[in-house]
């Protein structure tokens, strides 16, 4: 009988993309058959951020549309994986129904994935990373240090006790008056001062860079940027892209050393990181930078962008990877990595 593999539907809607992917573990490898993303991003731009309801009402209505477009070509699936958290829970719901709903239809198993865990496996898709590791997961909800032990086993190490890189980067956009969301837009002013050589005298805070813990805390940067802007009043194109330079800098400096801390003091193989802000190239460059520079055999690993920014991809091969047979099907907006 000719081995036709696992075949997996993923389903991602934790915040405002709708996700669905189809992926065939074939042959020890992993195929990619469909990956489609339905953005929200220019529904939401003229709030400056996501609302929860009017990004579940927009599932809703992507949903069905998103699934026959993932679907096309492709006849059997085996099972469907769904992202249960954490999340916005109004969001995660949406996809949680449709899934149920597919699962009667098709009398197909339903796996629940953790939106975290499935940020941290997406790094290991087609590749072999010696473990254990440090997974840095930042992006507009999440900024999380956590040992990976093997798949299954992970303990958090550090976490942000405020906000989130991510949304230190929407919040300080704003601030700059620079378009949602606030991360590639900031990257693309920081990359203007960088390519110009611009010089300024703009110095922002490092926040808990030298706390004797693995903990974040961007609340404050995003309040040194407001204070300076506010001093400085109306900002011109060069003194906006010197803000967002220095304020992607202070970000990079925070996440690369504690990583890199973490990775020391527990003596692991690997770095690996995840979740949207790891698509930031310069975050990329400077890590690699880094650690080749300061370590023999650590090796480094992140995702391509499209796999880095939230997707179904990851969800799919979380439930084809994922040993946590506890999760429930329900939407968890905290939901923990345990």
Avoid at 25 to 48: E, M, P, R
Wanted: charged content about 30%; glycine content about 6%; overall charge positive.
């Amino acid at each position: 009988m000719k081995n036709r593999g696992v075949t997996i539907l993923g389903i991602e809607t934790s915040c405002d993309d709708t996700c669905i992917s189809v992926v065939r573990f074939k042959d020890k490898k992993f195929q990619i058959l469909s990956n489609i993303v339905s953005s929200q991003v220019k529904l939401h731009a003229k709030y400056g951020g996501v609302y929860p309801f009017l990004a579940k009402r927009e599932h809703k209505k992507n949903l069905a549309l998103v699934f026959k477009k993932a679907m096309e070509g492709i006849k059997n699936i085996d099972k469907i994986a769904v992202t249960v958290g954490p999340g916005l829970e109004p969001c995660l719901w949406t996809g949680i129904n449709f899934a149920e709903s597919l699962s009667l239809k098709l009398k197909k198993e339903i796996i629940p994935v953790n939106h975290i865990e499935a940020h941290i496996l997406s790094n290991f898709i087609n590749k072999e990373i010696p473990l254990p590791a440090i997974a840095l997961i930042v992006s507009g909800g999440h900024t999380e240090l956590i040992l990976v032990k093997k798949i299954g086993q992970y303990k958090i190490l550090g976490e942000t006790r405020d906000d989130a890189a991510g949304e230190c980067f929407d919040k300080v956009a704003r601030i700059l008056k620079l378009p949602y969301p606030g991360g590639p837009n900031i990257a693309k002013e920081a990359e203007i001062a960088r390519k110009m050589n611009y010089k300024s005298d703009i110095s922002l805070p490092r926040p808990m860079i030298k706390s004797d813990d693995y903990d974040f805390s961007f609340s404050g940067l995003k309040t040194a940027v407001l204070y300076l802007v506010m001093k400085s009043g109306k900002l011109n194109k060069k003194e906006r892209a010197c803000f967002a330079r220095e304020t992607e800098q202070s970000i990079i400096d925070v996440l690369i050393k504690k990583t890199l801390r973490a990775a020391r003091d527990f003596k692991v193989k690997s770095v690996l990181l995840g979740g949207g802000v790891s698509a930031n190239k310069e975050l990329r460059k400077q890590f690699e930078q880094r650690i080749k520079e300061e370590f023999k055999e650590l090796k480094f690993f992140v995702p391509e962008p499209y796999l880095s920014t939230d997707n179904a991809v990851m969800t799919a091969v979380s439930a084809f990877f994922s040993k946590n047979k506890g999760l429930k099907l329900e939407a968890k907006g905290n939901l923990r990595l345990n």
